[in-house]
Structures are given as structure tokens and as C-alpha cells.
């Protein structure tokens, strides 16, 4: 996104100022209304998010949830204190829910925690980012990457997902901003502080989000210590650092060993140990195996032309443009660093290169910038380069914006139907529990944040034979519910049946209209008639909305790219649905 050529007037001058301030805000506008409309809209991509994040947080705010075997106190890889800021994020809505006495359904907090402390933390960042490349780099390069960060599909996901790897997204874009700061300034003795900061971010990122981020660190860290080796800004930088390192431990050591009730526990450690040191038969490759091929088709997905542009930035920004230590240090060396880990484990998840997203955008934002300014300094004709410039913008925001559109019209009915258990509950005063269950559709659940205080949810019998996630214990303290070690949790991922109920104790159902497989024991609650869903005898219907059909048969473009109605008589778009109802038991 080139701005006007720069004329040698001072009239000119200004003019190109206004127009970059414009430009500038304009962006930061258009970032803001994108994190708002993902903060309410956007779906949740991956059930590990609800019930390692979200099930738990529901326990520390509301007294229940589900409870995986990553937190029985006998394994503790997931952190209380990683939860316990989005649920103090929460109390000024508890305030005013206190003070007007006015009944809100439970799930605003679930959108309140998403848009203020997840959507919010990434918006900030990437403006933290994007100022800093103004400073750094250009604006030019700044513009491009606002651009490629606001319109992407991955950063759309990613910077509302409750998830450690999101976490560190934000927290290294931050480290980012402050190490571009940093890199190549004479001033040693300047570089201090926001040494000191970046640094502080890296540590957030790695120490309070996910441990195997503090490798994106690891550059400028090397560079730091390099470039100001035996000078007393380095001693500074260490001592401060180190004081910053010691509290975050004693923090993260004293919060978990007490809530787990567990002398000196160490969370971080144990990630680290069960994903790379775990035995035959259990660490995190017994959930699948994927080719290195499985991240490019993610990243072509969620960045389409963005991602290959940021890769070759990693070797044309420093060899061919201007600040070649920014480039290489601050964006190249922890792209393909993180690149190289993740894309030699085995086990491959979409999640596992969040972290890496502000790097992607960056890189291809620098390179894009360079470009078109080389371009235009060696091509008479400037509007040609103006002009596909312009195009180039236009095609990015089209198919990304497309690519978000369909995220949210094809697969965002488990959210939107989860909401009618509130509406459901204004009917009824009776303080019994009702249980609503999930069988083959148990992936799918947002979170109990949608599930009004007397409703618990349960799993039925389905074709699904791993480990389930149980139940934490009711009516204590957290710190009674979090030490408890359960029943049946194992890290082989080998099914207990004390984590399903029977049918008949289940007030509602969660299921889809697609066919079942009767040889697991599945029942076929939802058919269809007509293109109608008809529900079995002995329940009723409560809600049914269209998702797309993960087996179906489709053509076209549709299950990639969201197509206006307008268009699909000239571009191919069928798509198979399949009906996701909530239903309830007569009587």
C-alpha cells in the first residue's frame, strides 16, 4: 500500500503527511471494527480451547466446569495463573451486573472476556507493532502490515483464541515492537530499557503463555549480548532482566503449588517434559502425525498470497533492502526458527503457529513496501506501479475478508445455538440440575459460559474412544477442586467410562442431522425431510441451524471462500449442510 509520491515542494510535503496520517488511521480505524467483529462473531476452532481454557476459567468464576488430565494434579500442565487475568478481567461487568440488579445471561461473559482481554490485547499489538515499524522501517512498510494483520484469516482466529499460543502472538508482537526499537541504535546506554522490555515480553510470552516461545526470543537475545558484550549497558540489561525472570518464576511457582497443592511446582517444566521427553504411547503424537505440507496448506489458507511473501522476505529483505539487521534479527531469524521446530514434530495443530503470525504479516509487509518502492523509483510510468499497487490491496482484502465470512457463515452454529439454554432457562424455576449431552458433536461445545447455573454438561456413548474430559468437584474452594486428583485420567489418552452418562439422564441433546454409525451406539436423533430437520420420538426441537458437513460433498470454491448470493450463478459454490440442533426431552 504505497502512498503518493513525495513531492519536492513543502506544500507537497504536508500533502504527503496529511495523506499518511489518513492512511494510517484509517487502518488502525478499520483494526479495531475487524477485533471487535471477531470478538463477537468469530467461531471457536478447536475444542482444546474450550475445555483446557474455557472449562476451567468457568470453574474459577462459577464454580463448574469440565476438567481434563492436563489438569489432575497427578500430570499439571496447564496453569491457574494463565486463567486468573481474563476472570479479573471480568469484574467491572460483575459491578454492574451488582449495582443495577439487571440479569444477564451468563455467556456476556464469555464475550466480554473476548472482546476487551482477547480481541483487545491483540488490537493493541498490533498497533504497538505497527508504530514501531513506522519508526523503524517506514510507514510504507507499516501500512502493508496493518493491512495483512487487520484482513487475515489467521490473525482473525488466532487474536481471539483463549489460548496460550495466542497469548504469546500478542506478547511477541510487543517484544517485536520494542526490539525493533532497539537493533542498530548507537546509543548503548539508550537501549537499556527497551532492551529491558523487549526481553520482559519475550519471558511473558514463553513463561506465563506457552515455555517453547521463549525461542523467538532467542535472537535478540543472542544479539544483545553480542553487540554490547563487556559494556555496562549489558550488565544493566542482565541484572534487570534477571530481577524480571526471578519474579515471574516465584509468581508462576507459589500461584500453581498452591492451588494444585503441589510443594514447588513448575508448569512450564512439565509442557516441556511431556511433549518432548514423553515415553512410547504417550506424549502429544498419539492425537495424529501430520507432513510438513499440513502447515503451508494452513498458511495459504488462513494468509493466502501473504505467506509465501513472507517466507521469501526472510531472505530478500536482508540481502537486497535497507535495515538489514532489523529485518534479520527482528523478523527473519525467528520466523524460520519456529518454522524449523515446529515443522519437524510430528504432531502438527493450526494452533502451533500462532505465534509466528505477526512475523508472517511483517515480513511480507517489508518486502511488499520495498518492492513497489523500488518499482517506482525504476519505472517511468508511475501510475502503472500505483495502480497495482491498488490491485494488489484490493485482492488481498477480498479473498481474506471472504476467507473470514465463511469461517463465521459455515461453521459458527454451535455458538449461536448455545445461546437459547439462557432463553430456556427464563421458563423455567425449578433450582434442579438439567443435563445437556453431547455425543459424536462433544468437539463442538463452546463452553459452560453458555450454560445458565443449574445446567451441567455431559457426554453420552459415540463413536468417540478416547479420553473424555470429567468433571471438576462442586460446592469447594478452587483450591479443593484443582488438587483433587481424579478418577480414570491418563496421558495415553485411553477411554473411561466414568466420564459418560446414560441417555436417561439427559435433559437435552446437542446432535447433527448426519447419519450415525448404529454398530457404536450412536442414535440417530435428527433426519431430514424435505430440508427439513424431523426430530425422534420422546424430544422435542429447541433449536437447529445450518453447519457445513465436514464429510460432505462439495464443490466448488464454497467450503474455502464465502461467496455473495449475487455471485454464485457465475462462480461455483455447493456446498453441503448438515442440520446442528439443540433438542429437549418431552415431558
Known amino acids: ?57 468457568n470453574l474459577i468464576a462459577r464454580g463448574f466446569g469440565k476438567q481434563t488430565w492436563e489438569y489432575s494434579p497427578a500430570y499439571a500442565i496447564r496453569s491457574y495463573l494463565y486463567l486468573i487475568p481474563y476472570y479479573v478481567v471480568t469484574f467491572p461487568l460483575r459491578d454492574y451486573i451488582h449495582i443495577t440488579g439487571e440479569q444477564l445471561p451468563d455467556y456476556y461473559f464469555f464475550y466480554f472476556i473476548r472482546i476487551f482481554a482477547l480481541s483487545g490485547f491483540t488490537c493493541f499489538s498490533e498497533y504497538k507493532l505497527f508504530r514501531s515499524v513506522q519508526r523503524n522501517l517506514s510507514s510504507y512498510a507499516a501500512n502493508w502490515f496493518l493491512l495483512f494483520s487487520t484482513v487475515s484469516a489467521g490473525m482473525s482466529h488466532a487474536g481471539v483464541a483463549f489460548l496460550p ?66 559494556t555496562d549497558p549489558l550488565v544493566r540489561i542482565v541484572l534487570l532482566c534477571t530481577v524480571v525472570f526471578v519474579a515471574m518464576m516465584i509468581v508462576l511457582i507459589s500461584v500453581d503449588s498452591y492451588i494444585y497443592d503441589r510443594t514447588m511446582l513448575f508448569v512450564p517444566f512439565n509442557i516441556v517434559l511431556y511433549n518432548v521427553f514423553s515415553v512410547e504411547g504417550e506424549g502429544p503424537e498419539i492425537f495424529g502425525t501430520e507432513p510438513f505440507s499440513y502447515y503451508a496448506k494452513n498458511l495459504l489458507l488462513n ?226 425431510d424435505n430440508g427439513t430437520p424431523v426430530v425422534i420420538e420422546g424430544w422435542e426441537k429447541v433449536s437447529c441451524e445450518k453447519i457445513i458437513r465436514p464429510d460432505g460433498n462439495h464443490k466448488g470454491v464454497g467450503k474455502l471462500l464465502y461467496v455473495p448470493q449475487a455471485f454464485r450463478n457465475y462462480i461455483p459454490y455447493d456446498i453441503e449442510y448438515m442440520y446442528y440442533c439443540v433438542l429437549k426431552k418431552e415431558g
Open 1 to 57: 500500500m504505497d502512498s503518493v509520491e513525495p513531492a519536492t515542494s513543502v506544500a507537497g510535503d504536508e500533502n504527503t503527511s496529511i495523506w499518511q496520517t489518513a492512511l494510517g488511521v484509517s487502518l488502525v480505524t478499520l483494526n479495531v471494527l475487524m477485533r471487535l467483529y471477531c470478538g463477537i462473531f468469530m467461531i471457536i476452532s478447536d475444542c482444546d480451547e474450550t475445555y483446557n481454557y474455557w472449562e476451567p476459567l
Open 303 to 528: 494468509f493466502n498470497i501473504v505467506a509465501p511473501l513472507g517466507y521469501i522476505g526472510v531472505f530478500i529483505n536482508p540481502a537486497f533492502f535497507g535495515n538489514k539487521i532489523r529485518t534479520l534479527i527482528g523478523i527473519g531469524a525467528p520466523l524460520m526458527i519456529w518454522t524449523y521446530i515446529f515443522g519437524n514434530q510430528a504432531h502438527k495443530e493450526e494452533r502451533f503457529l500462532y505465534p509466528i503470525y505477526p512475523m508472517i504479516t511483517l515480513s511480507a509487509a517489508v518486502l511488499t513496501s520495498n518492492v513497489f518502492s523500488e518499482l517506482k523509483r525504476r519505472v517511468h510510468y508511475k501510475w502503472v506501479i500505483r495502480a497495482t499497487s491498488t490491485l494488489s490491496m484490493m485482492t488481498v482484502i477480498a479473498v481474506s475478508l471472504l476467507r473470514v465470512v465463511n469461517l463465521i457463515e459455515n461453521y459458527s452454529a454451535p455458538i449461536t445455538s448455545a445461546q437459547v439454554f439462557a432463553e430456556v432457562a427464563k421458563n423455567d424455576s425449578s433450582v434442579t440440575i438439567k443435563n445437556v449431552c453431547v455425543g459424536r458433536e462433544w468437539y463442538h461445545f463452546p463452553t459452560s459460559f453458555f450454560l445458565p447455573d443449574t445446567y451441567r454438561l455431559k457426554f453420552i456413548a459415540s463413536g468417540f474412544d478416547g479420553l473424555l474430559p470429567g468433571d471438576f468437584p462442586e460446592g469447594v474452594p478452587l483450591t479443593k477442586a484443582a488438587s483433587k486428583y481424579p478418577n480414570g485420567m491418563n496421558t495415553r489418552n485411553i477411554f473411561s467410562p466414568d466420564k459418560i452418562v446414560e441417555l436417561e439422564e439427559c435433559d437435552f441433546i446437542i446432535d447433527n442431522s448426519s447419519p450415525v454409525n448404529h454398530d457404536n451406539g450412536e442414535i440417530q436423533f435428527i433426519t431430514i
Open 165 to 230: 499460543s495466542s497469548f504469546a502472538l500478542g506478547w511477541i508482537a510487543l517484544g517485536t515492537s520494542f526490539a525493533l526499537d532497539v537493533l542498530t541504535l548507537e546509543n548503548t546506554f539508550a537501549s537499556v530499557w527497551p532492551s529491558v522490555k523487549a526481553i520482559t515480553c519475550f519471558l511473558f510470552a514463553g513463561i506465563f503463555g506457552w515455555p517453547f516461545t521463549l525461542a523467538l526470543g532467542l535472537p535478540f537475545g543472542v544479539f544483545t549480548l553480542a553487540s554490547r558484550f563487556q
